[in-house]
């Protein structure tokens, strides 16, 4: 079990930084032909990622919900990203093209995935009493003593929100 870390922290990221949704949705329970081997693709493309960071990925997170899986996912840059995602020597291309072929519209599986590129100050990361997660795992865990109390405080949009 994940030792806890009593009190409150948050991530330090001084470095823009992607954050990557990425997710399976099964529309046709039965039709474990279509979406088993799709949810399985992801195995091999995580364990080539953990094994060689110098690809850009920075950590994850998995998560499951009633009608799928889906993980999150912390980049170095969107190149990063990108290069991983359309070189045919690493192992997304392959399984994007076998569920094209596989799957196409046929409806049973979906997938889905967001893409957001966050600069430093643009975003806003709270944990309290829980173990490293997330993006504080992916990059920085620090404790969020003498830190801005809100999120309202915490973000420096270049925006403002009403």
């Known amino acids: 079990?994940?030792?806890?870390?009593?009190?409150?922290?948050?991530?330090?990221?001084?470095?823009p930084f992607v954050v990557f949704l990425i997710g399976i949705r099964i529309n046709q329970f039965l039709a474990f032909s279509k979406w088993l081997p799709t949810a399985q693709a992801m195995a091999p493309m995580l364990r080539t990622l953990y094994q060689h960071p110098e690809k850009g990925f920075l950590g994850g997170e998995n998560f499951i919900y009633w009608r799928g899986a889906g993980l999150i996912?912390?980049?170095?840059?969107?190149?990063?990203?990108?290069?991983?995602?359309?070189?045919?020597?690493?192992?997304?291309?392959?399984?994007?093209?076998?569920?094209?072929?596989?799957?196409?519209?046929?409806?049973?599986?979906?997938?889905?995935?967001?893409?957001?590129?966050?600069?430093?100050?643009?975003?806003?990361?709270?944990?309290?009493?829980?173990?490293?997660?997330?993006?504080?795992?992916?990059?920085?865990?620090?404790p969020a003593k003498g830190r801005r109390e809100t999120a309202r405080q915490q973000l420096k949009p270049e925006t403002p929100y009403a």
Request: aromatic share 16%; charged share 20%; no cysteine.
């Open 73 to 142: 996912q912390y980049w170095r840059s969107f190149e990063d990203l990108e290069r991983f995602a359309r070189n045919p020597a690493e192992p997304h291309l392959a399984a994007w093209q076998r569920f094209h072929r596989a799957i196409g519209n046929d409806g049973s599986v979906g997938i889905w995935h967001e893409t957001y590129l966050i600069k430093p100050g643009n975003y806003e990361a709270f944990y309290g009493n829980m173990p490293i997660f997330g993006l504080a795992a992916a990059t920085q865990h620090v």
């Open 1 to 15: 079990m994940a030792q806890i870390m009593p009190g409150r922290y948050t991530a330090q990221v001084d470095e």
